[in-house]
T-cell receptor, first 111, second 114 residues
Framework: GQQVMQIPQYQHVQEGEDFTTYCNSS?????IQWYKQRPGGHPVFLIQ?????EVKKQKRLTFQFGEAKKNSSLHITATQTTDVGTYFC???????????FGAGTTVTVRA | DAGVTQSPTHLIKTRGQQVTLRCSPK?????VSWYQQALGQGPQFIFQ???????QRGNFPDRFSGHQFPNYSSELNVNALLLGDSALYLC?????????????FGSGTRLTVV
């Protein structure tokens, strides 16, 4: 079945630095979504990417969908303490209704 | 306000018992998906309900069952509870006809099996 993998599992970042988290699927995806879960909270939808090679920006966050629609990345610039949390990518296959989540990248920020 | 309401927020059950969790979707959403999230893990798909039918199911045993009502609310039932069923159970709602929109998650039910 479809598997979604994320690296790294943990990201410790100095405030003000940039970092990237990566997501890879074992199968071609119809779309990929990104969610953020704060400690003790629930996943909150950030964005969805549908087209091959698509790039979307939300302020300091840049999301990219690979050309083969099997991988994605999230790049955060000038990390702030508000960026703390776990970032999940979630993929949906062409014949799937379900959204399959990766294990997440947990981000901590050093002030 | 998440828009998705789950109850109860916390629950402690004994091994072998049965539990029912409830979810009211965000207004305008007609599809409900249930996920199990163990500590430090990503959400694992249990099943999805649309038009009162189970539309897709993940790799969970038959002890996990569900229901969707005409008002789109949903229940998750787990029979013969095991210690390993202890987790955060998340309900997510979405629009069944619009596949390219994100899910709205509830705050979850924290189930502890002792």
């Amino acid at each position: 079945g479809q598997q979604v993998m994320q690296i790294p599992q943990y990201q410790h970042v100095q405030e003000g630095e940039d970092f990237t988290t990566y997501c890879n699927s074992s199968t071609t995806l119809s779309n990929i979504q990104w969610y953020k879960q704060r400690p003790g909270g629930h996943p909150v939808f950030l964005i969805q990417l549908v087209k091959s090679g698509e790039v979307k920006k939300q302020k300091r966050l840049t999301f990219q969908f690979g050309e083969a629609k099997k991988n994605s990345s999230l790049h955060i610039t000038a990390t702030q303490t508000t960026d703390v949390g776990t970032y999940f990518c979630a993929g949906q296959g062409s014949n799937d209704y379900k959204l399959s989540f990766g294990a997440g990248t947990t981000v901590t920020v050093r002030a | 306000d998440a828009g998705v309401t789950q109850s109860p927020t916390h629950l402690i059950k004994t091994r072998g018992q049965q539990v029912t969790l409830r979810c009211s979707p965000k207004s305008g959403h007609d599809t409900v998906s249930w996920y199990q999230q163990a500590l430090g893990q990503g959400p694992q798909f249990i099943f999805q309900y649309y038009e009162e039918e189970e539309r897709q199911r993940g790799n969970f045993p038959d002890r996990f069952s569900g229901h969707q009502f005409p008002n789109y609310s949903s229940e998750l039932n787990v029979n013969a509870l095991l210690l390993g069923d202890s987790a955060l159970y998340l309900c997510a709602s979405s629009s069944g006809t619009l596949r390219h929109y994100g899910y709205t998650f509830g705050s979850g039910t924290r189930l502890t099996v002792v």
